[in-house]
């Protein structure tokens, strides 16, 4: 029965959308147990020092896996290994194995020796707190997972060449529980320290659910002294990649720097607020990302560039279409989402209201950065990796100054700050500098967004043209589909006003039936071709069959 399972769990899946819906499918179980973990934060520490600390810390790590663990990632070996015989596959895990784990080692052992240093410098709100010390050590905990999860992102290589999304999307499930075991558990028993052993927990659990697809694969990496040429052809194409990642991660890591002098509790609203804005992100946008960079790989390193383009296309329309529905749903829902999510035991109702209106802030970015994320992996795939980067460094200049020339102007000028916050129907609650955070990184993502589509045609021209009626199809059917919503909660707030979380539940579930039910026939009158392949998609996902266990021509896919 147990090999049963596993059989089913990495079997192969053909083709770009039914493994996109499948992989947001899985995702969604990773992000439902996502949220289960917020929902656990708020509860347990409220918007108070102990998660400030918490993300704070967090996001050091954060950067040295995307400077450090991506330059040996998937993204970088999955087209040299589908271009390789076995023992040469093997070797070159092997090399990037032992390259990670020596090179990425080193790294983390020093900034946890100087751990104190940097985090006060980073947050020097945090320097005088009587959990400064607990601080310190669960910064250092936290530095295991860079190399764990860039473990698991080599062994991933091989999962993801031969289409086992099954267990790709189960791993940041796995993580997830890790998460959680350590907060319900191991909290109350070590403090801060017991939240990084659950995350170290599950980063052991991303990478251990690799292992038997890739020793079955007969290509489980071996340690080794690694081979400065070898690696060098290696991180030589990565390190741009490397470097736009890092910069996103500083990026994030900034805001947050910036958002720790705000107040207490601006690190948790601005990071539990991002952290529901990913949840459509890694639905739609990651989820394609995922599926549809083997096939583009392949695409181009055979000169096939008509299928290329077309597989940029249409990944690029399903997620401007579903991020365009999403928005504005959100929108109209955010003040119920967050409350059913977060609104339990230290998080207050002043709590819910700030994050609704960071969470709408964020969302208006949603659309951009599923442009940003697609265009990147299709330069990466046409192995033109710099414009990833520059994009990269455009979003983190336009976020930093826009959040601190906001902050700034509201401080300034007390009308720009009041006209924000009645804007978002927070202006009789305290703590609201955290919007402006939310702002810079919106406008940032934004502005580059438009930039990384107009830059998209020099790998695949004419893809912008033809993303014009999904994205119209899309954003018309979800504001009549909002609209619809905004009615039923309108009606339904006349009737019961929002007294409790299970009237808010209620509220907000019945509103979002009706929004998705006016968007869904809108679509259908339309004949909208995106619901067209989301149905053919579903409809042939039963039908993938097995594949030899390491076989280079499995990234075909049609899309």
Not at 161 to 173: D, G, H, T
Not at 192 to 217: E, Q
Not at 465 to 475: I, Q, V
Not at 507 to 531: D, K, P
């Amino acid at each position: 029965m147990v090999r049963e399972i596993f059989s089913k769990l990495t079997a192969p899946v053909r083709g770009l959308h039914q493994a996109a819906y499948l992989l947001a499918l899985l995702t969604l179980l990773s992000q439902v147990l996502a949220l289960v973990r917020d929902h656990t934060f708020a509860h347990a520490f409220g918007a108070g020092e102990i998660l400030d600390m918490y993300y704070a810390a967090f996001n050091i790590p954060n950067v040295i896996f995307a400077l450090v663990a991506s330059l040996v990632s998937a993204y970088v070996l999955i087209p040299k290994i589908a271009s390789l015989e076995k023992e040469e596959a093997r070797e070159l895990l092997s090399q990037t194995t032992s390259f990670l784990l020596i090179g990425g080692g080193i790294i983390c052992a020093i900034l946890a020796i100087f751990a104190p240093q940097l985090l006060f410098i980073i947050y020097p709100t945090f320097r005088h707190s009587v959990n400064a010390a607990n601080f310190v050590l669960l910064e250092r905990i936290l530095l295991i997972q860079p190399i764990l999860l860039g473990l698991s992102g080599i062994l991933t290589s091989v999962t993801q060449i031969q289409r086992r999304f099954m267990l790709f999307a189960l791993s940041p499930v796995l993580y997830n529980i890790g998460i959680i075991i350590g907060t319900v558990f191991l909290y109350p028993m070590l403090g801060l320290p017991g939240i990084g052993i659950g995350v170290v927990l599950g980063a052991l659990a991303h990478v251990s659910i690799h292992i038997g697809v890739v020793s079955r694969a007969e290509l489980f990496p071996r340690l080794t002294i690694p081979s400065p040429k070898a690696m060098w052809e290696v991180v030589k194409h990565s390190v741009p990649r490397s470097m736009a990642l890092g910069m996103s991660s500083a990026t994030t890591l900034a805001l947050i720097s910036i958002a720790s002098r705000i107040g207490t509790g601006s690190i948790s609203m601005f990071t539990l607020a991002n952290n529901l804005q990913s949840v459509p992100y890694n639905l739609v946008a990651a989820s394609y990302a995922t599926a549809a960079f083997p096939v583009m790989a392949e695409h181009i390193s055979k000169k096939r560039f008509d299928e290329y383009k077309s597989t940029v296309t249409a990944a690029m329309r399903h997620v401007m279409f579903w991020s365009a529905i999403i928005t504005v749903l959100t929108l109209v829902l955010r003040a119920h989402i967050v409350r059913v999510i977060l609104g339990s035991g230290a998080f207050n109702w002043d709590d819910t209201r700030i994050t609704a209106a960071v969470l709408a802030l964020l969302m208006l970015g949603l659309l951009s950065q599923g442009i940003i994320l697609i265009a990147s992996r299709a330069f990466y795939a046409a192995n033109r990796s710099w414009n990833p980067l520059l994009v990269q460094l455009g979003d983190a200049g336009v976020s930093v100054a826009v959040a601190l020339g906001t902050l700034a102007l509201a401080h300034q000028h007390p009308v720009f700050r009041y006209f924000v916050e009645s804007l978002f129907r927070v202006s009789d609650v305290p703590g609201t500098g955290v919007l402006f955070v939310a702002i810079g990184a919106t406008v940032g993502q934004l502005v580059m967004g438009m930039v990384a589509l107009a830059t998209l045609r020099t790998v695949a021209p004419g893809v912008a043209r033809g993303l014009s009626r999904p994205l119209f199809e899309g954003f018309g059917a979800s504001i009549l589909g909002g609209a619809a919503a905004y009615i039923a909660l309108t009606l339904m707030g006349n009737i019961a006003p929002l007294t409790g979380l299970i009237t808010v539940f209620i509220q907000g579930g019945i509103a979002g039936i009706v929004g998705v039910a006016v968007s869904g026939l809108v679509l259908w009158l339309l004949g909208n071709q995106e619901i067209k392949d989301f149905y053919e998609a579903f409809t042939k996902l039963h039908s993938a069959k097995e594949l030899p266990a390491f076989d280079t021509t499995a990234s075909e896919a049609t899309s």
